[in-house]
């Protein structure tokens, strides 16, 4: 009785971990989406509506990147 209990355990584990694995995996696809449609956005802006944002051409990628993974 105890091999059964410690079987169910250990399938109870890996099991957790599979769906941590699955949940970290969309996370990621969900940021990077994130990033990719803001890095789009603010390339598509011209330079006087990037200066309205306080936004300098340079620095588009980080503005993305903060967008989507934070500082």
């Known amino acids: 009785m105890a091999l059964a ?3 169910l355990n250990v399938d109870f584990g890996l099991k957790r971990r ?3 694995v699955i949940a ?5 696809r969900q940021r990077g989406r994130v990033y990719r449609q803001t890095l789009h956005e603010l ?3 011209s ?8 936004i ?3 620095t588009i990628t980080r503005v ?3 967008a989507a993974y934070g500082k």
């Open 18 to 20: 599979i769906m941590t």
């Open 56 to 58: 300098a051409r340079s």
């Open 24 to 28: 970290d995996f969309r996370e990621a």
């Open 64 to 66: 993305a990147y903060e």
């Open 43 to 45: 390339k598509n802006l």
């Open 5 to 7: 209990n410690d079987i």
């Open 47 to 54: 330079n006087r509506e990037l200066n309205d944002l306080g």
